[in-house]
């Protein structure tokens, strides 16, 4: 299972009016940590389907909700619930680092 896109048009309904957790990665396709980390996260979507959603929003794309979220170095996650951010993740890290992050979505 591939993360899906979010955009600027599609944020509100994909993120912040979402059911349950979501973890939003902000990328670019000019990075290669954030290529590195985007399988890993899909992986995570594919084995934990209701327990969190993975989105992918393109910096490049999106800079409004770059510059709203202080994206200032990719890859960056953060975690929405109830439309507020929760966790901060910041570069790419190995699967057992990113589930260690996630755990309390994960559990």
């Known amino acids: 299972m591939t993360a899906k896109a979010t955009s600027s048009s599609t944020w509100d309904e994909d993120v912040l009016k979402a059911d349950g957790p979501v973890l939003v990665d902000f990328w670019a396709a000019w990075c290669g940590p954030c290529r590195m980390v985007a399988p890993?996260?899909?992986?995570i979507q594919s084995e934990n389907p209701d327990k969190i959603t993975v989105l992918k929003l393109n910096?490049?794309?999106n800079p409004d909700l770059a510059m709203?979220?202080?994206i200032t170095s990719i890859p960056a996650m953060k975690v929405f619930n109830k439309g507020e951010v929760e966790?901060?993740?910041i570069g790419a890290k190995p699967k057992f680092a990113l589930e260690n992050d996630l755990a309390a979505y994960l559990a």
């Open 59 to 61: 910096v490049d794309e």
């Open 87 to 89: 966790t901060t993740i």
């Open 68 to 70: 709203k979220y202080q």
């Open 40 to 43: 890993v996260l899909d992986q």
